[in-house]
């Protein structure tokens, strides 16, 4: 039986008034059969399995995380992009990049960004149904849960690995507040090469430790699609 090796990067936040953030699974051992390893934040994190398949649907991590992109919510305004998407034609012409924003439209400062390398996967108000054909395949998730501070910062990342926007309810609010955010949406054209380029923003803090992230590409000619996590 093929087992796929699924690495998860879960930077929590705790605070269950807020839902545009990563979520944990239930905290229980079913068999190990499409399984995954998950990290969470912590003052000194630590690997370890999964309490749940990926294939059990909305019952680990990755659903409940995205719940309110695969369902419908008001108060959650979400973007996705992927170069094949679900229900869609691949479209990578440009890009490999696969992810989603989630961002509270309320009062609370709260969002959360989640990449992933699935094909055919995470379809807007579909539902959370897991592709079988990638099940013998690794494949890796990171999400980090933010402030909404920095939703410039990361849509300018993303803007670097011109996507296929194939979901998108970002309120004009929203986008009013966050410019990169509506460059991203319009396709506006970046002016400066990602060598020169280096984005830097932190994670909320989640058991008394928060991840620096920085995102930045190797040379002149690169995507931005390098992300290093510091102390």
């Known amino acids: 039986m093929y087992i796929a090796v699924i690495l998860i990067l879960i930077l929590l936040n705790c605070s269950t008034a807020q839902v545009a953030t990563c979520t944990d699974d239930a905290n229980n051992n079913p068999p190990?059969?499409?399984?995954?390893?998950?990290?969470?934040?912590?003052?000194?994190?630590?690997?370890?399995?999964?309490?749940?398949n990926v294939n059990d649907g909305g019952e680990?991590?990755?659903?409940?995380t995205l719940a309110h992109f695969t369902a419908n919510n008001g108060d959650i305004k979400v973007l996705a992009y992927s170069d094949d998407p679900p229900?869609?034609?691949p479209r990578n012409e440009k890009s490999k990049?696969?992810?989603?924003?989630?961002v509270d439209n309320r009062a609370n400062d709260a969002?959360?960004?989640f990449v992933h390398t699935v094909p055919k996967f995470l379809a807007h108000l579909g539902g959370y149904s897991w592709p079988a054909a990638e099940t013998p395949k690794g494949h890796m998730f990171l999400c980090l849960s933010l402030s909404e501070a920095h939703l410039n910062?990361?849509?300018?990342a993303i803007r670097y690995q011109e996507p296929f926007i194939y979901a998108n309810n970002l309120s004009p609010e929203l986008l009013n507040q966050h410019l990169e955010l509506s460059n991203?949406?319009?396709?506006a054209q970046i002016q400066v090469t990602p060598f020169l380029e280096h984005s830097k923003f932190a994670t909320k803090a989640t058991a008394g430790a928060a991840a620096n992230i920085e995102a930045f590409g190797k040379h002149t000619k690169s995507y931005?699609?390098?992300?290093?996590l510091t102390e």
């Open 111 to 113: 969002a959360a960004w």
């Open 60 to 64: 680990h991590s990755i659903a409940r």
């Open 184 to 187: 991203l949406i319009t396709g």
């Open 32 to 52: 190990n059969v499409v399984s995954s390893n998950i990290i969470k934040s912590a003052v000194n994190p630590v690997w370890a399995q999964s309490a749940r």
């Open 153 to 156: 910062s990361v849509a300018k």
């Open 224 to 228: 931005l699609g390098n992300f290093v």
């Open 97 to 102: 990049a696969k992810g989603v924003l989630l």
């Open 87 to 89: 229900n869609l034609p």
